[in-house]
């Protein structure tokens, strides 16, 4: 039953897909908490993306396979993790950053470089903001930034 998911597990050498039950008759490759009737190419071409997106990013980032109504992945590195555009005619690349006291902050793009740097830049721009809300407050109070680090 899970011959084809074990061939293409071995096939790859950094992609994760995740240990689901499959079911496979014919074409069908479908993970049974999705039961969209999805395909094996549409499974083989997805495993595919994921390999080219793990030789562009790099093995610090795990890029795991997985079917929730449709064959789909993404790849994660430490706090930021990154999704291939769906097949929505605007659907871009997507990168969301989970900085710890910030919410989930995201960015898209053309690429995956693109939609981490606009997410990024999010992240930097909150930042600024955070800084700037309070330092309005007491600045006045307090004097000069770097009499508070002293
Ligand atoms: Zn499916």
């Known amino acids: 039953m899970t011959?084809?998911?074990?061939?293409?597990?071995?096939?790859?050498?950094?992609?994760?897909?995740?240990n689901e039950q499959v079911r496979s008759e014919g074409d069908i490759y479908c993970a049974n908490n999705c039961g969209l009737g999805c395909t094996?190419?549409?499974?083989?071409?997805?495993?595919?993306?994921?390999?080219?997106?793990?030789?562009?990013?790099?093995?610090?980032?795990?890029?795991?396979?997985?079917?929730?109504?449709g064959w789909t992945?993404?790849?994660?590195?430490?706090?930021?993790?990154?999704y291939p555009p769906s097949d929505g005619p605007k659907s871009r690349w997507t990168c969301i950053i989970n900085v710890p006291n910030l919410s989930g902050i995201s960015g898209d793009g053309d690429t995956p470089e693109d939609a981490a740097?606009?997410?990024?830049?999010?992240?930097?721009?909150?930042i600024n903001?955070?800084?700037?809300?309070?330092?309005?407050?007491?600045g006045p109070l307090i004097g000069h930034q770097d009499k508070i680090e002293n």
């Open 129 to 138: 903001e955070m800084l700037n809300s309070f330092s309005k407050s007491v």
């Open 73 to 82: 992945y993404s790849a994660t590195n430490g706090v930021a993790s990154i």
């Open 40 to 69: 094996l190419s549409e499974y083989q071409q997805t495993v595919n993306d994921a390999e080219q997106l793990q030789k562009r990013l790099g093995p610090d980032w795990e890029v795991t396979v997985w079917d929730n109504l």
């Open 3 to 18: 011959n084809a998911l074990n061939e293409q597990h071995e096939c790859s050498s950094l992609v994760m897909i995740e």
């Open 117 to 126: 740097r606009n997410a990024a830049r999010r992240v930097t721009d909150s």
